[in-house]
């Protein structure tokens, strides 16, 4: 392939033919050139004159832009016009040569756009002249309507070979471009021969009229620049507005960076326009908006335009909010002569303001957007954009024959760690879960936070059903180290729901149900994941049925209490019931407390639930014997309520009971790893006298070191320790270590589960206090209670030999 030819060197060899072929038609013009007339002026004034008149012209020339380039109108027709009626061409020729060369030398134009000016300026001499002696002299045509045909030939021929120049490697004007350019030639060629044609006639008149000539030329000349900088800024006015439409019409920042360089270019006549952004790692040496200009003998500008092949630079910084964003850095100047200047400074530095604006909006606009898609704890797409995605993922499914699958990871007990640890832990639990989930899915998935202790993963493409199930192992596995949280070691467990996308109508919101569903399968068999099935779905529903006819049955206050016997291991004693929930919804028979507690403690009922069991539990009490008392269970939600202790009290108030005959029973979970804030309201509790026991001991993360710091007074060791006891050393080892614990501490210990008399007895051996169990009496309505205590009381009164026996119950 040949290389392809250098557009700067292309244009100056088109520029030096051209110049060359108008300077030749010029003199060939001035060579034929006869129309001086006598003024009565020394033709030296007049030529001094011409001098400064051609000086004045092109110093107040209007740039009309045509691309990258500059069409430029001038008053250099009138010194042409009043030369060739007044003296000789070639004196014309030379004041031509003298005021605009001395102008062009003065900005440092380059060689051969001086040698272009001066080869238009040589045609429009001798044109001018050839065609006003051919007018006047032929035609028998009036002077003045000589130099309107001439200026308008001149501008025409002039106005061509600037644009055949600029269209070397250039596109061509537009029409709108070429109306512009015509209408600024016609005004200022019209208005040129016009007064040229006045100050002619004028100069007849000898000296009064060459004075008249130099007040009427310099307040014309005058008037021009005003028009020339009015027609300026308004041309900048209306380019910066359009530069500024044309950025807005940018979706992102790259967008708007990229108006702006090409804006910037366009409108300041540069071949280089480049955003350095802050993070590139060039170095400005200026904190604020400069001009380098060319040929600056400032060292450093100087240094800084050699260092990066410059000729000369705009450099405006690009900041808001106080931060640099980066520097726009417009160089090397193509259009108009001499270097840039201030205005075009301050031009490219309002396009950059228009610029700053439309990035902090992109900004605003992105931050908002993220917020609105965006968890703000774990910074993963919320549920919003977690249905979006899969949205993305239903409409191609028809053109893609890969699975599909969507995984709901629900963190277990994770309310408890709350309301044990508070939100802040909570919220740290949250994050790292969220960092370790991140790790364990693939590239192409999407994880999102629900809410809460929700995690969804959107799986767009798997081979088969056990990749998806691989990734549900990979997601629990993650979870599995302890999570540390200040000084408590968290033990974070979870179950996922999974749902495919396999009906050909479903929709996100359907899906994102049937995948809650499966999540709560997984619960119900205490499985790490489970898929969803139509048969959890109706489950689901009959859950929903369950939630509304409890709240019912808590508002009309039908739940019952029934009561289960705890009993000293040494004597027989019956020292207290523990209170427990019964509920026999009508239709359904009777729904087990291990489903409608969770329920309760889930929909918000575990409150009212609570003082209804409370109230019932402490009337009843009061017709028992008075060293005879009762235990309530107290969730870990109930513990984090701050007016627990009061609540408490006025129950006991309200029907005298005694503090020292009730007590709380807390899951161990409930309260191990809480902080001494967290435990303010046992420490109330405790202080009103009221007893206070940790239930179900042995099935947490919980130590015996902590549990010196909590205010309880009893220790119920978990019925899962009970099996093997009265045979198995290790199992009955374990026991008495948690019962001697207990008694080191100052607490009673109370086993639960104790089925046969062998493992009474050994309980009896190792110092256990209280015992617990299905053996002693199954849980009893209240109007069993009396009967129960005086059967047992015959069965073992003092004197009575063996262990306690079943009651049948």
């Known amino acids: ?70 069409l430029s109108v ?11 009626f007044t003296v000789s061409p070639w004196l014309v020729l030379a004041a031509n040569i003298a005021g605009t060369g001395v102008v062009q030398l003065a900005r440092r134009l380059e060689g051969h756009k001086m040698a272009f000016n001066l080869g238009v300026g040589a045609m429009e001499v001798g044109i001018a002249g050839l065609i006003c002696t051919l007018l006047t002299r032929d035609a028998g045509v009036a002077f003045w309507a000589a130099a309107i045909v001439a200026v308008f030939v001149v501008g025409l021929v002039g106005t061509a070979a600037v644009l055949t120049v600029i269209s070397f490697l250039d596109a061509r004007p537009t029409r709108m471009e070429m109306a512009g350019m015509a209408a600024s030639v016609a005004a200022s060629g019209l208005t040129c021969a016009t007064l040229a044609s006045w100050a002619v006639l004028g100069l007849t008149g000898g000296w009064s009229g060459m004075l008249l000539l130099t007040v009427a030329s310099a307040a014309m000349f005058l008037a021009f620049r005003s028009y020339a900088l009015l027609v300026r800024d308004r041309r900048d006015q209306g380019a910066v507005l359009d530069a500024a439409r044309r950025m807005g019409e940018m979706e992102d920042e790259d967008g708007v960076y ?40 400032e060292p450093g500008e100087h240094q800084w335009l050699t260092q990066h092949a410059f000729r000369d630079a705009l450099v405006v910084p690009v900041e808001f909010d106080g931060v640099r964003q980066g520097t726009l850095v417009v160089a090397n100047r193509l259009a108009r002569a001499g270097t840039f200047n201030t205005n075009d400074l301050n031009l490219v530095h309002t396009l950059v303001t228009h610029a700053v604006a439309l990035l902090r909006n992109h900004t605003l606009s992105h931050r908002l957007l993220f917020e609105a898609t965006h968890d703000p704890l774990t910074g993963l797409p919320n549920r919003a954009a ?13 053109t893609d024959d890969t699975l599909s699958a969507v995984l709901l990871v629900d963190l277990d007990r994770f309310k408890e760690i709350n309301d044990i640890l508070g939100h802040a832990a909570g919220d740290r639990v949250l994050s790292a879960v969220a960092d370790r989930l991140a790790r364990a899915v693939p590239d ?18 798997a081979r088969d059903a056990r990749e998806v199930e691989a990734l549900a192992t990979r997601l629990t596995a993650a979870l599995e180290p302890p999570v540390r949280v200040a000084d408590s070691v968290i033990d974070v467990a979870a179950s996922v729901g999974i749902a495919g996308v396999f009906a050909p109508d479903i929709d996100p919101p359907t899906l994102i149900r049937h995948v809650d569903i499966a999540v709560s399968a997984a619960k119900a068999r205490d499985a790490s994941f489970a898929w969803y099935a139509a048969r959890d779905d109706q489950a689901g529903h009959e859950r929903l049925g369950l939630a509304s006819q409890l709240r019912r049955a808590v508002e009309d206050d039908v739940i019952d209490v029934h009561f289960q016997p705890q009993v000293s291991v040494l004597d027989g004693r019956v020292v207290g019931f523990e209170a427990l929930a019964r509920w026999n919804p009508v239709g359904r028979g009777t729904v087990p407390p291990q489903e409608f507690i969770p329920l309760a403690d889930q929909t918000g009922l575990i409150t009212p639930l609570t003082k209804r069991v409370l109230t019932r539990a402490l009337s009843e009490c009061l017709r028992w014997p008075a060293d005879v008392g009762v235990s309530v269970n107290v969730t870990a939600r109930q513990l984090r309520e701050p007016d627990l202790a009061d609540r408490v ?7 005298g009971f005694p503090p020292e005959r009730l007590t709380l029973e807390l899951t161990e979970d409930s ?9 303010t309201p046992l420490h109330r509790l405790r202080e009103r006298g009221v007893r206070l026991a940790i239930d179900d001991f042995g099935t947490g993360y919980s130590s015996f070191a902590y549990l010196r710091s909590l205010p309880v007074h009893e220790v119920k060791i978990d019925k899962s320790f009970m099996p093997g006891v009265s045979g198995d050393p290790g199992a009955l080892a374990l026991v008495q270590s948690i019962v001697e614990v207990t008694h080191v501490l100052g607490l009673t210990s109370v086993a639960e589960g104790v089925e046969d008399d062998g493992t009474m007895f050994a309980l009896r051996d190792v110092g256990c206090d209280i015992a617990q169990s299905y053996r002693i009496a199954r849980p009893m309505p209240a109007r069993e209670v009396a009967a129960w205590l005086r059967e047992w009381g015959l069965a073992h009164a003092p004197g009575t030999a063996g262990s306690p026996a079943p009651t049948g119950r």
């Not at 480049?274 to 400005?284: I, K, P, R, T, Y």
């Open 386 to 398: 977690f249905s979006t995605a899969v949205e993305r993922v239903l409409l191609r499914r028809d």
């Open 671 to 679: 309260v191990m790893g809480a902080g001494q804030d967290d435990l």
């Open 74 to 84: 001038s008053l250099g027709d009138f010194p042409v016009i009043i030369g060739v």
């Open 1 to 70: 392939m040949a290389p392809r030819p250098n557009p700067l060197a292309v244009r100056r060899a088109a520029a030096l033919a051209i110049s060359g072929g108008l300077a030749v038609a010029g003199l060939i013009g001035a060579s034929f050139t006869d129309v001086a007339r006598h003024t009565g002026v020394p033709a030296v004034v007049i030529v001094g004159a011409l001098v400064c008149l051609f000086a004045l012209a092109e110093w107040t020339k209007v740039h009309i832009e045509v691309r990258r380039h500059a």
């Open 444 to 461: 192409d998935a999407v994880l999102s936070r629900f809410g809460g202790d929700e995690f969804a993963v959107l799986l767009p493409s």
């Open 649 to 655: 009290a006025r129950a006991m108030n309200e029907v």
């Open 258 to 297: 990229a108006r702006l360089c090409e804006s910037a270019a366009r409108l300041a006549g540069a071949e280089i326009s480049q955003v350095w952004l802050a993070d590139s790692g060039e170095q400005l040496p200026w904190e604020t908006a400069r001009l380098v200009a060319h040929g600056t003998r």
